[in-house]
Every structure is written in C-alpha cells, then in structure tokens.
C-alpha cells in the first residue's frame, strides 16, 4: 500500500556531507505518515538513527545528534536525512521507514530499498 524510494547514498571522506532522500513513489500515506531513518551493518542489528513525526516532533539517536537533520516535505512526498561531519562508524546502509504512528520500539511499516552509505579516507 505504500512504496519508498531512497536516493542519495554515496561515498564520502570523514568530514563530508550527503544527503539521503525518501520518497513516496506508489501510495498515499505519506503526509499521515511518521517517518523515521534506520541503518544496518554487516552483523549489527538495524538502528534507530531519527525520526520525524506528522507533527514536526524529531528524535535523533546521540551518536548523529548534531550531525544528522531529519526533515520532510509533505507536498513532495520526501523525507530527507541531512547528513553532516561524517565520520567512519556512519557507514552503513541507511534505510527510511514509514509507519501510522510516532512510535519506533518496533521494526514495522513500509521500508525503503536501502541506500550504502561509505566513510572512508
């Protein structure tokens, strides 16, 4: 009922900058929708990093916190994940997600594809 596409993902030097790109290409749940960033290593379990609510409320996980800037833009049905001062452990592929509800102690909605973010000198 609801299709994510991600863009943005890229190679990078520590200290560079990318930003990731979401958007709503099959569906019409996205303004009603809370919309949240994850990423996953190889081995790791998938983690939280921001989350942006239908209300504008954000949480950013400490590691990114000042970093990263989680926005969205209703009328393009695209969550953005600003990503700024990149460091090593930021690599990962980052996936956004899409659920009804501001609540994110559980893997559930709709996923995008997933994009490779690299770090690396």
């Known amino acids: 009922q609801m299709e994510l596409a991600e863009s943005g993902g890229g190679s990078v030097q520590p200290g560079g900058s990318l930003r990731l790109g979401c958007t709503e290409v099959?569906?019409?749940?996205?303004?009603?929708?809370?919309m949240g960033w994850y990423r996953q290593t190889s081995g790791q379990e998938r983690e939280l990093v921001a989350t942006?609510?239908?209300?504008?409320?954000?949480y950013y996980a400490e590691p990114v916190r000042g970093r990263f800037t989680i926005s969205r833009d209703n009328d393009k049905r695209t969550a953005y994940l600003q990503m700024d001062s990149l460091r090593l452990e930021d690599t990962a592929v980052y996936y956004c997600?899409?659920?009804?509800?501001?609540?994110?102690?559980?893997?559930?909605?709709?996923w995008g594809q997933g994009t490779q973010v690299t770090v690396s000198s």
């Open positions: 099959s569906g019409n749940r996205f303004s009603i929708s809370a």
């Open positions: 942006n609510g239908t209300g504008g409320r954000t």
């Open positions: 997600n899409a659920r009804k509800t501001d609540s994110w102690n559980t893997l559930s909605g709709y």
